[in-house]
């Protein structure tokens, strides 16, 4: 049952919140937007992608640059403070920068950007001039014969001198997010452990998300993949001894590593999903606007800024689909489909 309306005493006091904040129907504040710049990405890692690649969208289909900064100051109005730039591959975005100062200047100060890294050398100074303070960098082995197994492409000497790069560069926090999957990097768990105690680094653990290519059998990792945050933190704690765990709040429960420089994440989105505190919402690179990660619903903004709607239309349209954001997704690890998800169209 969803919860009932404010309270009208609220209104006759006549009381205001300190800042606009926008809920969802069970009373969560949304205030996390990931936006998907592109659905293209030049890797094609085997959780996310069949080999062969997808139909992309086409070009004409994308929001443009002044659609997605118009969208963006209609979020920070509604309330947002996050922001996170994903794709496919956001680095592939030749306006990536003019949107990431846009961000900024519109007074969103929390940014970030999830990137594979293969292109982050070349562009990391128009990221750094453009404001950026923080990046996630997506790294599922240090073996440069894997890496290409798992995702395709003879790419691991541009990821890893990209990751040294914004580790060089005054970037923080850096973080690695290594997505675990049996039979493929769980024999590599040491010595990401052992990265996180040289380096000021936070090496973020994540449980493998079903997505619709796992469910047709085309991304060769399956719920036999599937390793917990249960499992993969009694790995971790064979070789490192954990701190208190870090008061910072996200999906992740991260943690310091004793005697170390950085510091190991654990992100449970399957075995101990976080919906209950869920604050975010994602638009994908076609505008459409999803509540839920494994959600079926998508409601198209672009469709309304494309017939001429102002910013309380699109507004209103955002508030509508929050109120019919689920209480929580349907994935656990003994439900491990998902029809509605490609990840590199949604951004994760």
């Known amino acids: 049952m969803r919860p009932s309306s404010p309270n009208d005493d609220d209104r006759v006091l006549g009381l205001k919140p300190p800042v606009v904040t926008t809920e969802d129907g069970f009373r969560r504040r949304v205030s996390y937007l990931r936006i998907s710049l592109t659905d293209r990405c030049n890797l094609r890692c085997r959780y996310c992608m069949p080999k062969e690649g997808i139909a992309y969208f086409p070009k004409e289909s994308l929001l443009s640059t002044e659609e997605i900064k118009r969208l963006i100051e209609v979020f920070q109005s509604l309330g947002v403070n996050k922001i996170r730039l994903t794709g496919g591959e956001p680095l592939l975005r030749s306006d990536i920068a003019d949107i990431l100062a846009h961000i900024y ?3 969103i100060s929390d940014v970030s950007i999830t990137t594979n890294g293969i292109l982050l ?3 990391l100074g128009g990221l750094l001039e453009a404001g950026l303070t923080r990046i996630n960098i997506s790294l599922d082995t240090f073996r440069h014969e894997k890496f290409e197994r ?3 492409a003879d790419a691991y000497e541009k990821v890893i001198t990209g990751l040294f790069a914004a580790m060089e560069s005054g970037l923080s926090p850096v ?3 290594m997505v ?3 039979g ?4 590599e768990i040491p010595d990401f452990v052992e990265f996180a105690r040289i380096y000021p680094i936070e090496v973020r653990f994540l449980e493998l998300m079903p997505t619709r290519n796992n469910f047709e059998g085309t991304a060769m990792v399956s719920n036999d993949s599937f390793v917990s945050v249960k499992e993969i933190r009694a790995e971790v704690e064979r070789h490192a001894s954990l701190g208190a765990e870090d008061p910072i709040q996200g999906v992740a429960r991260s943690y310091p590593v004793l005697g170390g420089q950085g510091k190991i994440g654990f992100v449970s989105p399957v075995s101990n999903h976080f919906c209950a505190t869920c604050n975010r919402v994602r638009l994908t690179s076609t505008g459409g606007l999803k509540t839920c990660l494994h959600g079926e619903e998508v409601v198209d903004l672009k469709a ?3 017939k001429g709607a102002n ?5 209103q349209a955002i508030r509508a689909a929050l109120f019919r954001k689920p209480e929580e997704h349907f994935i656990r690890s003994d439900n491990f489909e998902s029809r509605h998800l490609q990840m590199s169209q949604v951004g994760g």
């Not at 493929?184 to 024999?187: H, K």
């Open 105 to 107: 200047s519109v007074g």
């Open 121 to 123: 050398k070349e562009k």
């Open 150 to 152: 798992i995702t395709g």
């Open 175 to 177: 973080k690695i997010n």
């Open 180 to 182: 675990v999957m049996r």
């Open 184 to 187: 493929w990097n769980t024999d």
């Open 304 to 306: 309304f800024i494309r």
């Open 311 to 315: 910013e309380e239309e699109i507004a």
